[in-house]
């Protein structure tokens, strides 16, 4: 986590020695497909599935030339997975305030200008719930055994295409950090993510 912390330090201080005239503010929104990478010890739990969900929030773009820029967000982003049950499925639903912290590179497939995108995030637990037909109940966030931890790291990969003001894109966030306190147990997520964005003032 502090290795994470210390990157994006820097690379909002290079950003800040950059032409702010070239800066573009952007809206975001898209599904959400998630998971988690569930262990308790050495054994995989094997039966999670997708959970459809959400991402919406803002992004600011800041060139470092013609084809790199550096990207940062912020974004309200859903979580979680599902179980197939019989009769009732178990959804676990988490809420995260997140900050992606991603380097994009574009490129001119011809006449086509598709990016790429690969970098951190930083996420903040705000909500949760884990349903199982009408019983529901609320996560617990904290630092104890039973409790669910608040913080979020890990990595993202993605890659789009831009039309003018508008990009489409498909992404992969992969969790790194533990969502439970227990040390025997992995709560790692996994998201797979298809946005929209638009570029104010590049119509």
Avoid: C
């Avoid at 502090?2 to 929104?29: D, E, F, S």
């Avoid at 459809?52 to 912020?74: K, Q, V």
């Amino acid at each position: 986590m502090k290795r994470l912390i210390n990157l994006a330090a820097i690379l909002l201080i290079m950003a800040l020695g950059l032409n702010l005239q070239a800066q573009t503010i952007g809206v975001k929104a898209g599904l959400n497909f998630s998971n988690m990478l569930i262990k308790a010890g050495d054994n995989k739990v094997d039966d999670i599935k997708l959970k459809p969900g959400f991402h919406i929030g803002a992004t600011y773009e800041m060139p470092f030339g013609d084809m790199l820029s550096f990207e940062p967000g912020l974004l309200i982003t859903t979580k979680g997975y599902k179980i197939d049950g019989n009769p009732d499925d178990f959804i676990f639903n988490l809420v995260y305030v997140e900050i992606p912290l991603n380097a994009k590179t574009y490129f001119d497939l011809g006449g086509i200008e598709v990016y790429a995108i690969a970098g951190p995030y930083l996420g903040l637990g705000v909500t949760g719930k884990g349903k199982l037909g009408d019983n529901s109940e609320d996560v617990e966030w904290g630092s104890g055994e039973n409790d669910a931890s608040r913080f979020d790291f890990g990595l993202n990969i993605g890659a789009g295409v831009k039309f003018g003001a508008i990009e489409a894109g498909l992404g992969y966030g992969l969790g790194l950090g533990n969502l439970s306190n227990d040390d025997d147990e992995t709560y790692r997520h996994r998201v797979i993510g298809i946005s929209v964005a638009y570029k104010l003032g590049m119509d």
